[in-house]
């Protein structure tokens, strides 16, 4: 169980990024965080693994406050937090197998995450991993070689393998296409069951928050303005946190498409055309507005 409470981040230039947050994630639930750019959400995650120090408030994870620790003991606490992120954060010239085995650097002595030598319970735990997110054919692949979805998939296998008991996902299909999109939220999803493992996802894609979170919270000017089902996120609840746009339409579905036709590779006309989609229609209300 992860609990936030009444945690705020105000940054040396004078913006309050969190205000009051309280939180409370389950195990095992997979929770949306959503709101528009600058509302907080990398700053909240960000705080409960410490990367960025909360002014106040505390922050629990089963029976530790990470606020107050240092040193070893915030080392020990970040291994039970697997972070996956945006921008994946490979070591470029090291294989597939070699990042995910750096998962496990946390848990190794000095001298052999130095020498880089792992445990043959860990070697066999990376090459299941590898299997499990369907890397098994590239594991000797360097991570340069890699497209953007198998990086996120080595990203995943690489938190999996600290043996988390919390996901904390940093806009995780924000470099990817809508079809590795939804397949790597879908393979986060998954893994979560399985290991009836608890998420927080900092993603700006709503309908993909809808179709794979079992929570959302919204995220407006620091402040928590919406927590609920993916089914309670209606218009209303997205004008709250996003502001006024017309959701109802995207909501039910349909959308006018503007297109420039070109007539006789010369002479442009504007058509619009009513084109009916099926839910959860993809949109990303950040970049929309
Ligand atoms: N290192 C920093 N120093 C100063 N201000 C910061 C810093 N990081 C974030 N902020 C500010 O804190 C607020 C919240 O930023 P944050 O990046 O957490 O929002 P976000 O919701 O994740 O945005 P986005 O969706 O664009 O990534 C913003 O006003 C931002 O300008």
């Not at 309050?16 to 600058?38: E, N, R």
């Not at 001298?111 to 000797?140: M, P």
């Not at 993603?203 to 993909?208: G, K, N, P, R, S």
Request: charged letters at 25%; hydrophobic letters at 40%.
């Amino acid at each position: 169980m992860l609990t936030l409470s009444q945690v705020n981040k105000r940054y040396p230039t004078g913006d309050h990024a969190l205000v009051g947050i309280d939180l409370t994630l389950p195990p095992g639930q997979v929770m949306a965080l959503i709101g528009p750019s600058g509302a907080g959400k990398s700053t909240l995650i960000r705080c409960v693994n410490r990367l960025v120090e909360p002014t106040s408030g505390s922050i629990r994870l089963e029976d530790t406050e990470l606020t107050r620790l240092s040193g070893g003991n915030l080392r020990r606490a970040r291994r039970s937090m697997g972070m996956i992120f945006q921008e994946y954060a490979l070591v470029e010239r090291l294989t597939v197998m070699e990042n995910v085995l750096s998962g496990r650097l946390g848990y190794v002595g000095f001298w052999r995450s130095f020498l880089r030598r792992y445990a043959q319970a860990d070697i066999t735990e990376a090459f299941r991993l590898l299997e499990r997110v369907g890397l098994s054919h590239a594991i000797d692949k360097r991570a340069d070689a890699l497209s953007g979805g198998q990086r996120q998939r080595v990203g995943i296998a690489r938190a999996l393998i600290q043996q988390p008991n919390v996901l904390l996902v940093d806009e995780p299909t924000a470099s990817l296409d809508p079809k590795t999109s939804r397949l790597i939220m879908r393979l986060i999803r998954e893994l979560c069951n399985e290991r009836k493992l608890a998420a927080i996802i900092n993603i700006h894609d709503v309908a993909l928050a809808q179709q794979f979170a079992d929570r959302i919270v919204g995220l407006r000017a620091g402040k928590i303005v919406f927590d609920g089902t993916p089914q309670e996120l209606d218009a209303q609840a997205l004008t709250t946190i996003y502001g006024e746009e017309e959701w109802d339409s995207q909501l039910n579905g349909e959308v006018d498409v503007e297109l420039d036709v070109e007539v006789n590779g010369e002479a442009k006309e504007r058509q619009t055309a009513g084109q009916q989609v099926s839910r959860p229609l993809s949109f990303t209300p950040g970049e929309a507005i």
